[in-house]
């Protein structure tokens, strides 16, 4: 892909199983290698897939989609009043959405697929702007909001009737204080070992990665970055993708630019709780 393509905003990359790799502009998708979502590019906000079948929201209202015959296996058009901004599967017959209403909704589609008897659960987050599952069994998720406030959701135990885990949430209403010389949240990550990490950016289009943790329902932040990229974006970067072991780096910014990172061979990009040291860097592979 020629760097040349891509002279609007990006706000959004990753990759969906089976792998269909997209980016998002602000003016919604904007390229697809899966036939099926290509096709639907006009519509979709965000959009998430399986083997067989994938989930988007259109607007405020979600879809389901047949991967194989395309059509629309079912239309949830009542739980959001304001655009879809993530949908993510949670489970073989369970999925998640979130919308900038700041309702963040679970159903479960395993007995029934009617909209009403298959939601379960929801958590509301003022002003949300994206979110994602992670745990060992995706069990939680986290959301950033518009207003750079980071939470933490165990969507399972609040969906559980019989569970006895008590508190579910955990927030950083300041996590942008927390991260020293960060002017903006972008996205959280879990690292191989289980760890977590927060990545922020600065205006000039640097990205820091900070250590988190779970800390009696307060979100705790290391002190220094335990990586950086650096150079590789000139403004506000909007997304950062962790692929594989986290050896390789995908982000994208309001330049047009995506760019692929590995670690450096000196430092690397530590994935650590971030209590102290130097910030490892990771080198610019390849933009394109």
């Excluded at 296996?73 to 959405?97: E, L």
């Excluded at 002017?183 to 250590?211: K, N, P, W």
Aim: glycine share 12%; with cysteine.
């Amino acid at each position: 892909m020629n760097e040349k393509d891509w002279m609007i905003p990006l706000d959004t990359i990753g990759s969906h199983s089976p792998p269909a790799n997209l980016a998002f502009s602000h003016s919604r998708i904007v390229a697809f290698s899966d036939y099926l979502l290509r096709s639907l590019a006009r519509q979709v906000h965000s959009c998430d897939s399986d083997a067989l079948r994938v989930l988007g929201g259109v607007g405020d209202e979600l879809y389901l989609w047949d991967r194989r015959t395309r059509k629309t296996i079912k239309h949830f058009p009542d739980t959001h009043f304001m655009d879809v901004v993530q949908v993510r599967w949670c489970g073989p017959n369970s999925f998640v959405s979130a919308s900038e209403d700041g309702n963040v909704a679970v159903f479960d589609l395993s007995e029934v697929i009617c909209e009403e008897d298959s939601f379960v659960g929801a958590v509301s987050i003022n002003s949300m702007r994206r979110m994602d599952l992670f745990g060992r069994e995706n069990e939680r998720l986290w959301c950033c909001s518009n207003t750079e406030t980071l939470h933490w959701w165990d969507w399972r135990a609040a969906c559980d009737e019989a569970s006895t885990s008590g508190v579910d949430t955990a927030e950083a209403l300041d996590a942008r204080e927390q991260m020293g010389n960060a002017h903006y949240l972008i996205r959280c990550s879990q690292a191989s070992d289980g760890s977590m990490l927060c990545f922020a950016g600065t205006a000039e289009g640097q990205v820091m990665a900070f250590g988190c943790h779970d800390q009696g329902g307060a979100i705790r932040f290391g002190t220094s970055p335990t990586s950086a990229l650096v150079g590789g974006h000139q403004g506000v970067v909007r997304d950062v993708e962790v692929l594989g072991d986290g050896s390789v780096v995908v982000s994208c910014g309001e330049d047009g630019k995506i760019n692929l990172w590995r670690a450096g061979d000196e430092g690397g990009g530590g994935s650590g709780g971030g209590s102290g040291g130097d910030a490892g860097r990771k080198t610019r592979y390849s933009p394109y």
